[in-house]
């Protein structure tokens, strides 16, 4: 069965204090791995595309990572603007269309 | 920055009443799709729609629903005799490929009394 796994499920930092959000997953047909952040009642909103094992991708303050079973999402000195919950999410391949599969989240709080 | 845009933002029904969900897909997007999120829990996907068809649909997708794009503008969900259940956040996104980013819009959430 296809899983995608977010860890920790909420994260409290203070400002400055760097870390890194976690998703694993088993998924068949594996197209792509995406990050989005969500804020409460937004839709989810587009941070990072990941298509291959060893790829990175970096925007501001966030990095992301992908290898052969998870992705990893740096934050490097967070400010309290970036508290949200971030969504993994991964593209399945379908027949005629792909499809994304989400974690849970992981939500952020970031204290001044 | 174009933008997927959703209305209404906020739709309350009563059971057993159908509801249209509307979306405006970014214009040079291809590829669309609702999803939905139960409050405290995951998104899950619905359905994807290209070429003026399904592509594909969850187990969720039954009979109850469905989609078209009426005007080659609009792209809209309908729920033809809505539960308690499907009280969630509905979210459509678009894709200018299969396997290009999805770009989510702000939702519609749909309450049912």
């Known amino acids: 069965e296809d899983q995608v796994t977010q860890s920790p499920e909420a994260l409290r930092l203070q400002e400055g204090e760097s870390s890194s959000l976690n998703c694993s997953y088993t998924?068949?047909?594996?197209?792509?791995l995406f990050w989005y952040r969500q804020d409460p009642g937004k839709g989810p909103e587009f941070l990072f595309t990941l298509y291959s094992a060893g790829e990175e991708k970096e925007k501001e303050r966030l990095k992301a990572t992908l290898t052969k079973k998870e992705s990893f999402l740096h934050i490097t000195a967070p400010k309290p603007e970036d508290s949200a919950t971030y969504l993994c999410a991964v593209l399945k391949s379908g027949d005629n269309t792909d499809k994304l599969i989400f974690g849970t989240g992981t939500r952020l709080q970031v204290f001044p | 920055e174009p933008e997927v845009t959703q209305t209404p933002s906020h739709q309350v029904t009563q059971m057993g009443q159908e509801v249209i969900l509307r979306c405006v897909p970014i214009?040079?997007?291809?590829?669309f799709y609702w999803y939905r999120q139960i409050l405290g829990q995951k998104v899950e996907f619905l359905v994807s729609?290209?070429?003026?068809?399904?592509?594909?649909k969850s187990e969720i997708f039954d009979d109850q629903f469905s989609v078209e794009r009426p005007d080659g503008s609009n792209f809209t969900l309908k729920i033809r005799s809505t539960k308690l259940e499907d009280s969630a956040m509905y979210f459509c996104?678009?894709?200018?490929?299969?396997?290009?980013?999805?770009?989510f819009g702000p939702g519609t959430r749909l309450t049912v009394t």
């Open positions: 998924v068949s047909g594996l197209r792509g």
């Open positions: 729609f290209y070429n003026n068809e399904i592509s594909e």
């Open positions: 996104a678009t894709s200018y490929d299969r396997s290009y980013e999805q770009y």
């Open positions: 214009s040079n997007h291809l590829y």
